[in-house]
């Protein structure tokens, strides 16, 4: 037998007799930690979703050519962060504590930029339940720390894709090379064209989850199960989240190192990292540091101490989908890494190219406009938790028991958030609300929106909601009639939407207006249909729309609507509307600059500062 499969058989027999246990669920799983589900966005988002790459020979946001810096301590204002707005995150997590039922137990959470660790903070519990519901005694309550160690979770495929890409650089291993080449038992059930590139960006066709911890007696049966399974879509058709890949891709790491994959990993990732505090299957002596996860009722006990993930636990701890536990600081040295192109101080974990491939997106021909962003390994453009940090260039991965980590590169910003969500049961809350409201928080500390803009009209900020902001007036027939806007838009692409329209029959009917959107140092962006959706580019725009029924300019009495609709769920900073004016040639017939003007505008579910 295959003695790091015998090494694992040692550390799950340890860790069942640690526990105390008999034997493994037979429902319960995490199965992982996918985005929420939605529906697909309509034809008609799709279709006019502009195009928000940039311009012109602009680097890459993932071109890394840093200088390896360290962490340090900084002051917020050092590092570009507003330190006031950062004051309002202890407020954010404390609602997710006392929602009903809480969000999380505890949470540990850090703000860096530009290798500043600027803020952290720590509330909540580590450890407070004794079952899913009934509480400790309240003098055995475990506050939640600043260097409090987190399960991971889902966050530990970011530390296999790491490794995966160090076999890439060394030539041990291609993106293209089958993954039945290294592990021949893959090619079963018709998986021989899977390449290790479908496994890093979920495209492999494999089913999301299968049952190892109890369907299979041992681990050398439930990696087979892992090897043989069979796929649900043929290989790149198809975008489906899959812990079974990267148990896969783990496998081969250790195939071709000889080493099992904590070893590997602590050898050639954290140790060099300095990562003292992040490792798998931690020692029971750092018990009381780490936050416990969930009562299992077939255990009859309190996960503390050990992995969450039942899979992994059933393979010994370790596995490529999870098993990492860590505290906020050393993710964020890992973190760091990345933003240094590979390299923290000394320290050279990846090359900067290899950085850039691993956050470049691979599948949206695959997904679709509004679809899933995948690069080798981490989770781009989420909007569902990055939110107000979003752009095709955010990274990079949730973790299913509360744990998130989000990297933008515009700003070489890190925001870590670790909860134990599923303390004392996953049947509670989510974090990914009071992840939304973290990003967004942190986007504004960094001045994201425009100074120009903070005054206008804001709207985008609720869930499943159409905010409307209309004028009206009398078109005289003496000009080309437009209208120019000043414009900020940050909407979830294709689900949030922005439509500018007009109507000239007292609102019965509405027609859409095509324009353009034109910015200093940028190329114009076509709005063709009217709708804008997408991240923006962070940009102020100067939104110039005819105003035309197909080859006619409206005359009369014509109604002017900004109207955005919002679905049910993931927002990023929504839409900001500056000074609005509606022009016949040069004559300005509303210009919201003048006091009186500015009384015209109706607006619904808009706000502006008083």
Known sequence: MDPRI?????????????????????????????????????????????????????????????????????????????????????????????????????????????????????????????DASTEL????????????????????????????????????????????????????????????????????????????YSAHPDIESRLGAVLTVEPTSPPGTEYVYSDLGLITLGLIVEELSGQGLDEYVREHITAPLGMTETMYNPPAELKGRIAATEYVEHHGYLVHGHVHDENAYSLGGVAGHAGVFSTARDLAVFAQMFLGGGRYGEARILRAGTVRDMFTDRIAEVTGVGGARRGLGPELEAWYYHSGLTSPYSGTHTGFTGTSLVIDPLTDTIVIMLANSVHPTREWSTTSVTRREVSTCVAHALGLVPEELRGGWRAGQEDETTATLDVALELEGR????????????????????????????????????????????????????????????????????????????????????????????????????????????????????????????????????
């Open 6 to 130: 015998t090494r694992r058989t040692g550390l799950t027999a340890t860790a069942l007799a640690a526990a105390g246990a008999v034997g493994l669920p037979t429902a319960a799983h995490a199965g992982g930690d996918p985005a929420p589900r939605k529906d697909r966005p309509s034809a008609g988002a799709t279709r006019s979703a502009p195009s928000w790459r940039p311009g012109g020979p602009h680097r890459h946001p993932w071109d890394r050519r840093g200088s390896g810096r360290i962490l340090t301590e900084r002051r917020p204002d050092a590092v570009g962060l507003d330190g006031e707005r950062l004051d309002e995150l202890p407020d954010i997590l404390r609602a997710g504590l006392e929602f009903d039922p809480p969000r999380f137990c505890g949470v540990s959470l850090l703000v860096a930029s530009q290798a500043g660790i600027a803020y952290e903070h720590a509330d909540g519990h580590a450890l407070r339940w004794q």
């Open 479 to 610: 000009g080309a009639p437009e209208l120019r806007m000043e414009l900020l838009a940050h909407l979830e692409t294709a689900y949030d939407v922005l439509t500018v329209e007009a109507s000239a029959d007292q609102g019965e009917t509405w027609v859409p207006l095509a324009g353009h959107l034109e910015a200093k140092h940028q190329p114009p962006v076509e709005i063709p249909d009217g709708q804008i959706t997408g991240w923006g580019r962070r940009v102020a725009w100067t939104g110039v729309f005819a105003l035309m029924e197909g080859e006619e300019a409206l005359v009369g009495e014509v109604q002017i609507r900004l109207s955005l609709t919002t679905d049910t769920a993931t927002r990023g900073l929504g839409a900001w509307v500056g000074r609005i004016q509606v022009l016949e040639g040069r004559r300005a017939l509303v210009d919201t600059d003048r006091d009186a003007d500015r009384e015209l505008v109706h607006a619904d579910g808009w706000s502006r500062p008083s």
């Open 137 to 212: 005694p309240e003098d055995q309550w475990l506050p939640a720390r600043t260097d409090t160690i987190y399960d991971l979770a889902s966050i530990s495929k970011i530390f296999t894709a790491t490794a995966v890409m160090q076999q890439v650089e060394q030539g041990r291993l291609g993106l293209e090379d089958l993954v039945a080449d290294h592990l021949p038992r893959f090619a079963e059930n018709g998986k021989g064209e899977v390449t290790v590139q479908h496994l890093l960006t979920h495209v492999g066709g494999l089913p999301p989850f299968i049952n190892l």
